[in-house]
């Protein structure tokens, strides 16, 4: 299980994340919507370790990952793919999401 606690995320001064929460069962499938500015994509890059939040936790299976690496994250099996056609065009939108995976051995997809 994937579990975000209270991400508070800033660009400088500016707070972009405030106490942000959610959590994703196994399998489960979560889709974030919302206008333009929201704060989607720096939610998605909080998660991933990209950009960094001063407060909250992201724990998957239960070990924290605060201080992961964007890459010990992604090993971990937290993926994010961006937005735009310019990833890899003429490969279908599954392809796509395939490309940034690795299954464990004897893992399906």
């Known amino acids: 299980m994937l579990q975000v606690n209270q991400l508070q995320t800033y660009y400088g001064d500016s707070l972009i994340l405030h106490d942000v929460s959610l959590e994703v069962e196994e399998d489960e499938v979560v889709c974030l919507l919302g206008r ?56 279908t939108v599954y392809e796509n999401l395939l490309m940034g995976f690795e299954p464990a051995p004897g893992q399906k997809i």
């Open 36 to 91: 333009n500015g929201v704060g989607k994509t720096t939610f998605m890059k909080s998660v991933m370790g990209v950009v960094k939040s001063r407060h909250g936790s992201v724990n998957l299976d239960g070990e924290e990952l605060n201080q992961a690496a964007t890459s010990q994250r992604a090993r971990a099996g937290i993926g994010y793919v961006p937005q735009g056609r310019g990833i890899f065009p003429y490969l």
